[in-house]
């Protein structure tokens, strides 16, 4: 049965994109078949993830009604299946947020996964996006300003009756200052499946248009993004989350 899982977050920044493209890779790797969709329809950015080139068809041509999603879906090298979204601001007139729903109705039956990359913000798209799918995944940051938007994001899905799948809790430095997972559970009423701390080699990842799940395959970032999917999927998989040495530090910093 297809599930279709929303990455939302309230706030900007968190990682949505982020979690959504080394979600897919990892839940490819995993062997389920898996779509992502980039449905953050005014600033789209999953396509540069991805490493997707330029598309002949892009999700704002399917909410038109000019293409079918299926004309629309870039095969990644890894078998990850993606619709990408159109970049250009003409490709925001006459498109239509609110026929989300239909389409990814339209891809249900095939795909194990169709993960859902949300707008920041709780507007009509950020909405129209939880309210398409079954089960959201939410991410947020450990300061209070996310943690209070990641609310609203849980309440919003609550009242469309779409499952809270659990709390990603991105970008974590280990500053004082930082809520720990206790409290983020507390607030939101919801399990954090996963820290993910603040790592340059995201950022690395991001620059060469690769997900962190294979950019650095054995890396522990790239661990905890695999055991988010496995999470997610049911699977039973350990990750080694051991944190490189402090020498290996000192070497990645020099070179
Ligand atoms: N764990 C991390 N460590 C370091 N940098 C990160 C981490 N997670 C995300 N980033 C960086 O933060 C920036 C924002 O990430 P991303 O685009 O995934 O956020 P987003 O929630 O999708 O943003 P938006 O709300 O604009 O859609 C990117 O430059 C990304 O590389
Ligand atoms: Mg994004």
Do not use: W
């Not at 809520?179 to 996963?194: A, P």
């Not at 995201?202 to 650095?216: C, F, I, N, R, S």
Request: aromatic share 4%; charged share 25%.
């Amino acid at each position: 049965m297809t599930r279709l899982v929303c990455v939302s977050s309230g706030k900007g920044g968190t990682g949505k994109t982020t979690v959504t493209s080394n979600l897919g890779a990892a839940l490819t790797q995993f062997g389920t078949d898996t779509i992502v969709l980039d449905a953050n329809l005014t600033n789209p950015n999953l396509g540069f993830h991805l490493g997707i080139p330029l598309y002949p068809n892009t999700l704002h041509d399917v909410l038109k009604g000019n293409a079918h999603i299926t004309e629309a879906m870039y095969i990644h090298n890894s078998g990850l299946r993606v619709v990408p979204a159109g970049l250009s601001i003409e490709d925001l007139v006459d498109t239509s947020p609110e026929n989300l729903s239909d389409v990814l109705l339209d891809t249900v039956g095939e795909p194990d996964f169709v993960l859902v990359d949300s707008a920041a913000g709780l507007g009509s798209e950020s909405i129209n996006a939880i309210e398409a799918s079954d089960e959201v995944l939410v991410v947020t940051n450990p300061n209070l300003p996310a943690v209070t938007d990641a609310l609203k994001t849980v309440n919003i899905a609550e009242e469309a009756g779409t499952d809270v799948l659990g709390i990603v809790v991105n970008r974590k430095t280990g500053h004082e200052s930082e809520l720990d997972e206790d409290e983020i559970e507390s607030m939101l009423g919801h399990e954090v499946i996963m820290e993910v701390p603040e790592h340059e080699k995201v950022q690395e990842a991001l620059a060469v248009k690769k997900p962190m799940v294979h950019h650095d395959p054995n890396h522990h970032v790239s661990e905890r993004f695999k055991g988010v999917a496995a999470e997610v999927a049911g699977l039973d998989y350990e990750p080694d989350l051991r944190e490189e040495g402090f020498f290996t530090k000192i070497v990645n910093k020099l070179r």
